[in-house]
């Protein structure tokens, strides 16, 4: 048996659809009753599963809504359906497949909390061997959408930072349901499945809030547990000309992410797409440090990346990751890191000042755009200035002091 | 929507929605923006509501009396009268207050109930109310019947305005939803018939009606208020009807409501106040069912007159101009209130709007700026590569042609030693003659 908390006023309403598969369901229904506080409610959708899921729910789950269709509507319609049930200012979609790991929801909650310029949060996607699934997903020209970070180690800190994403896969999304229900829920347009969840976030950010892939957050996800490869593919072939057809216009000026090998920038373009201002810090163990925990607070939205020349090791700098900077090294030097990022910085400081001149060549040939600065707080002023960054955020209009 | 309407019109403001149990009571239909709790009614209460806020603005359905208003959250009569959860609806902030504070009704619908004790009240308060406009003829006559005497205005709920604020996009999304889902008919002519306890006695009328139609009609059955669900009244409407007809979920949302009644070409029957405007908000003909209508032949009459005139255009106009001034009046009001209080912190210049699609339209250019610099960056790639290739076949040229100035120089040396020869020298005579002889010219010199 299954019970879930009566929770008299429940911030949070947890949607699931199952088509089947009773033995998974069942793990992440518990996995949610052990590894959530009690300020949610459960609603379940069974979209007619084919053995005998619909009935093992109304069996051994107490204290959630369990709602019964008599035919299978798909992933996107079932959905909306819990939404209609739901009382919850907040919505987290959760798969079938799809087992929370502890302490998942404070992080996700947070970062709704504090900024009203966000729509839907994500957490980090783990395979059940524990290798990093999803870190946010990213679109490209011709209506591309991947995972970003697939088969990477999940400790890798290129994926321990919280950041802006194109959108995240609804295996587990949490979402207010007053924005939800502004942009009419999941498209029916995307039948059975597949790319609602892209559809979605880039409806929300065409309404201005975003999608942030917030990486304190861990659920691991066994993927295709209700449906065979083939016909995910096929629902995904379906989809495809559908999400192609909607969003032509906005992923026409995107990158293609293909061709990687010869195009490295492509894929920071296009991960980083969603934060167009970025700065670069190159700490080189020598010269004032970059207040960076200043210049995220003053502008919560830039991208930075702290890229250590001096230490190899300090990639993993968990402060930092935790304010939601990009905190890198390279064993293959300046230039070739440089290279793979072609292009894509507003401004980029150099700590040394001494040393800014030997830099000189490689910035010039794979930064030309941007502004050069040093560490003090006045040239790092003038450089988002001059870089054209919106005024810095005053202590008072901070959100809450979480960076998106 | 009257919060959308007041803030369409001053985007400065901040409009807060109270409830009597707000987010304390979460339910579907607050659409995940709960309103915050209006609390106990005291003086206190009263004061500190009244120091929140310029304008007060009392809007919606209205239950008058605890009892009644205390059931819907489940609580008991005492718990009721002892929140005086009513007293912020009828008596607001109370006299001495309201004469800093503004407080409007705006198109309130009130029940039949004659409780002589909330006539009293309503007496009392709507006396000195700044703006009383109620929904329907039947809150008019109710206050009629209280003894309330100022002049009441009847119009219709802020509903009437809901394209303003659903977006075609999101109707037709629900729309295709519901279609989806089984729930409405994918096409042909639909009429909503509310799931309701009124409506029960009238099927046969309501089967009547439908059957008067020329050309196809399919019914939609939708619960809009709290009733019993749609099963039982959808059961008996087909057979009466002799087919099936569609039935809406009771959970159901607002904009799902909406999205049946816009496209809802027959119109819509039945008693909900917000269910008939919504349906004329889309231009759809209308019948509200009341004890009347129940007898035969009445509704039938009213359907076909309902169908005949709902042209949309001319009403729908006017109404929407009336309800347009009376939001006007109400800004009117609360900045007028407003400038009276002390200069207090100022807030900041630009709109909230402006400056959030300002925002977003930087931000949308800072995105596509960044879009051409990865484009421009693959460019750059390929032409790097064409110089690299150029650079190769250079330096292959610059090999080839040093081989080649070496070999010159190689046979330049040969020739020079040839030259420098006896045998070249004693045979100039005769490598001159036999030239000649070929037809060239002479020699040079030895």
């Known amino acids: 048996m299954i019970a879930f908390p009566c929770v008299d006023r429940p911030d949070v309403s947890i949607v699931m659809v199952t088509y089947g598969g009773w033995e998974w369901v069942s793990r992440a229904l518990g996995a949610i009753v052990a590894n959530t506080e009690p300020c949610y409610e459960m609603v379940v959708v069974d979209n007619a599963s084919p053995d005998d899921t619909g009935d093992a729910l109304d069996r051994s789950v107490l204290g959630a809504t369990i709602v019964r269709n008599d035919r299978n509507v798909g992933f996107g319609p079932g959905a909306n359906q819990g939404a209609l049930h739901a009382v919850g200012r907040y919505l987290l979609f959760l798969n079938s497949d799809a087992f929370v790991e502890p302490g998942w929801l404070p992080p996700l909650r947070d970062v709704l909390d504090r900024d009203p310029r966000v729509g839907a949060v994500a957490p980090r996607l783990l395979e059940p061997d524990g290798t990093l699934q999803e870190a946010g997903g990213l679109v490209g020209a011709g209506g591309f959408a991947g995972q970003f970070g697939m088969g990477a180690d999940a400790n890798d800190a290129r994926y321990r930072y919280r950041r802006r994403v194109d959108f995240a896969s609804a295996a587990a999304l949490l979402v207010r349901r007053r924005d939800f229900r502004a942009v009419g829920g999941f498209d029916p347009a995307y039948g059975m499945g597949y790319f609602e969840d892209v559809d979605l976030c880039l409806d929300l950010w065409g309404r201005g809030l975003a999608t942030v892939y917030e990486p304190a957050s861990t659920v691991v996800h066994l993927r295709g547990a209700s449906t065979t490869f083939d016909e995910s593919q096929a629902r995904a072939a379906r989809s495809h000309p559908v999400f192609l057809r909607k969003w032509a216009r906005q992923l026409a000026m995107r990158s293609p992410v293909a061709e990687l090998e010869r195009y490295p920038h492509r894929l920071v373009a296009s991960r980083d797409a969603r934060a167009p201002d970025r700065i670069l810090v190159v700490r080189t163990g020598r010269g004032p440090r970059a207040p960076i925990d200043e210049l995220a607070s003053r502008w919560p939205d830039a991208l930075i990346t702290v890229l250590h020349l001096d230490d190899p090791d300090a990639a993993g700098d968990g402060r930092l990751l935790g304010l939601g900077v990009e905190v890198a090294s390279t064993e293959d030097g300046l230039g070739a890191w440089l290279a793979e990022r072609r292009f894509h910085y507003s401004v980029v400081v150099v700590e040394d000042e001494g040393a800014g001149t030997l830099y000189d060549g490689m910035l010039g040939r794979y930064q030309p755009q941007a502004v050069r600065s040093v560490a003090t707080p006045a040239a790092l002023d003038r450089a988002m200035a001059e870089a054209g960054f919106a005024p810095p955020l005053t202590r008072a209009a901070q959100p809450g002091g979480v960076r998106p | ?446």
């Not at chain 2, 925002?359 to 064409?386: I, Q, Y």
């Open chain 2, 1 to 446: 929507m009257a919060r959308h309407e007041i803030q369409r019109r001053c985007e400065n403001a901040e409009v807060r929605a109270f409830a009597p149990l707000g987010h304390r009571h979460p339910v579907r239909s607050d659409g995940g923006e709960p309103a915050e709790p209006l609390g106990t009614w005291s003086p206190t209460r009263a004061a500190e509501l009244a120091g929140l806020t310029d304008c007060v603005v009392v809007t919606g359905e209205l239950i008058l009396n605890d009892e009644g208003l205390g059931a819907r959250y489940g609580m008991t009569p005492g718990e009721a009268r002892a929140r005086g959860l009513s007293r912020f609806f009828v008596e607001a902030l109370g006299a001495e207050l309201e004469m800093e504070c503004p407080v409007v009704w705006q198109s309130v619908g009130l029940t039949d109930d004659d409780d002589p004790e909330v006539s009293a009240r309503l007496r009392t308060a709507l006396a000195r109310r700044t703006l009383v406009t109620v929904r329907d003829e039947r809150s008019r006559r109710r206050l009629e019947r209280a003894g309330v005497e100022r002049d009441v205005v009847v119009l219709p709920d802020p509903i009437l305005l809901v394209a303003r604020w659903l977006p075609e996009s999101v109707l037709s999304k629900r729309l295709a939803y519901l279609r989806l889902m089984g729930w409405y008919p994918a096409e042909g002519p639909v009429l909503v018939i509310e799931a309701s306890a009124q409506l029960r006695p009238a099927i046969a009328n309501v089967a009547s009606a439908i059957g008067d139609v020329e050309g196809p009609v399919t019914v939609v059955v939708a619960e809009l208020t709290p009733y019993d669900g749609t099963g039982g009244l959808a059961d008996e409407l087909a057979a009466a009807l002799g087919c099936d007809v569609f039935r809406m979920p009771a959970i159901a949302g607002s904009d799902d409501i909406a999205a049946a009644l816009g496209a809802a070409q027959a119109g819509f029957i039945g008693t909900s106040t917000l269910g008939a405007t919504t349906a004329k908000a889309y231009g759809r003909p209308v019948v509200v069912l009341d004890a009347a209508d129940v007898a035969q032949g009445s509704l039938a009459d009213g359907y076909r007159a309902a169908r005949a005139a709902a042209d949309g255009g001319k009403e729908l106009a006017e109404l929407t101009s009336a309800l347009d001034r009376q939001f006007d009046r109400v800004v009117e009001i609360s900045t007028g209130a407003a400038r009276r209080r002390p200069p207090g912190p100022v807030a900041g210049d630009g709109s909230p709007t402006q400056i959030e699609a300002m925002r977003r339209a930087l931000a949308h250019r800072a995105e596509r700026a960044a879009a051409e610099r990865a484009t421009f960056a693959d460019r750059v790639v390929d032409l790097e590569a064409v110089v690299a290739r150029l650079e190769v076949e250079a330096g292959h040229l610059e090999h080839w042609g040093n081989s080649q100035a070496e070999a010159r120089a190689a046979a330049e040396g040969e020739l020079a030693a040839l030259r420098a020869t006896r045998t070249f020298r004693w045979t100039y005579a005769a490598r001159d003659l036999y030239r000649r002889l070929r037809g060239g010219n002479r020699l040079g010199p030895r």
